[in-house]
């Protein structure tokens, strides 16, 4: 404990090691999505799904591990989804289909420059500023934007909201055991939170 205490400080800022593994199990289990559906994203870009399911796993948890040891936030990180699709069906995407066309290896080499700049303006504190002047109301909405757009996307899994050429999207066979349990799960999550449940998140996937 003397040591997690003198690496993290994790009494000082008022919490408990049983707190922090809860805690980022909970996060675990939150994210573990990424695992799977970045594979799935970007095989539509021609990529192997193996090869992404493992990139996936390691470059995440480098990151968390480098966040942790150097930065001592309490932040998970993983590759973001938005860029994903943007990756997939925008730059890679068939011309006929409104995409760009590149070959994944040429979408891949844009995104080794964007990371590069995007470390050089960090580094310089131009990103920083760059947020600054940023409208408030923007820079709120991004936080529920993203959690909107993977609520969308388990949805979109569960089997609740399905494709519709009409509409873009409808709701599900709800007749059907996956969707049944995906809105089983989100309510049941909901009301453990409601009465003060800390670690819901984690104990619903598990239950079932």
Not at 44 to 63: H, Y
Not at 160 to 181: C, F, N, Q, Y
Not at 197 to 205: E, F, K, N, T, Y
């Amino acid at each position: 404990m003397g040591r997690l205490e003198r690496i993290f400080g994790i009494q000082a800022a008022g919490s408990t090691v049983r707190r922090e593994i809860v805690g980022g199990a909970t996060t675990f289990a939150t994210m573990s999505y990424i695992i799977f559906v970045q594979p799935t994203v970007l095989s539509a870009a021609g990529m192997p799904f193996g090869s992404v399911l493992l990139a996936t796993c390691l470059a995440s948890a480098a990151a968390c591990f480098l966040m942790g040891f150097l930065a001592n936030y309490p932040f998970a990180l993983a590759p973001g989804m938005g860029q994903n699709f943007l990756f997939a069906f925008t730059i890679c995407g068939a011309a006929a289909m409104g995409g760009m066309g590149f070959s994944w290896q040429a979408g891949l080499a844009m995104v080794v420059l964007s990371g590069a700049l995007f470390l050089v303006s960090s580094l310089f504190g131009a990103r920083a500023r760059l947020v600054q002047i940023l409208p408030e109301c923007l820079k709120n909405a991004i936080g529920p934007g993203i959690g909107f757009f993977i609520a969308f996307v388990g949805l979109q899994w569960g089997g609740v909201i399905v494709h519709s050429p009409a509409t873009m999207v409808a709701v599900g066979d709800l007749t059907k055991a996956p969707p049944l349990l995906t809105l089983a799960g989100v309510l049941a999550i909901t009301a453990m939170m409601a009465l003060g449940v800390r670690s819901a998140i984690l104990i619903v996937p598990l239950a079932v």
